[in-house]
């Protein structure tokens, strides 16, 4: 699922500012749809533990498998 969300970044990118309010604008230009890249900001932004971002991520992805934006 993630190459379609980097496919898809600037749909995707409202969504986790939806998501994840205290990644910035900027914040989302330099992850520019890099899924290792979303976890760090998470882990920066939050406070977070890598597992507790991945765990965020994965359920995200989940939340948003069957959005029309995000398929082939």
Do not use: N
């Not at 993630?2 to 910035?24: C, M, V, Y």
């Amino acid at each position: 699922m993630w190459d379609r969300i980097e496919g898809s970044w600037k749909q995707f990118s409202g969504k986790a500012k939806e998501q994840w309010g205290k990644l910035t604008d900027d914040d989302l230009t330099v992850i520019a749809g890099k899924r290792d890249q979303l976890a760090g900001k998470i882990q920066e932004r939050y406070g977070y533990a890598k597992d507790k971002a991945e765990e965020e991520i994965r359920a995200f992805e989940t939340r948003h498998a069957e959005d029309k934006s995000f398929r082939s």
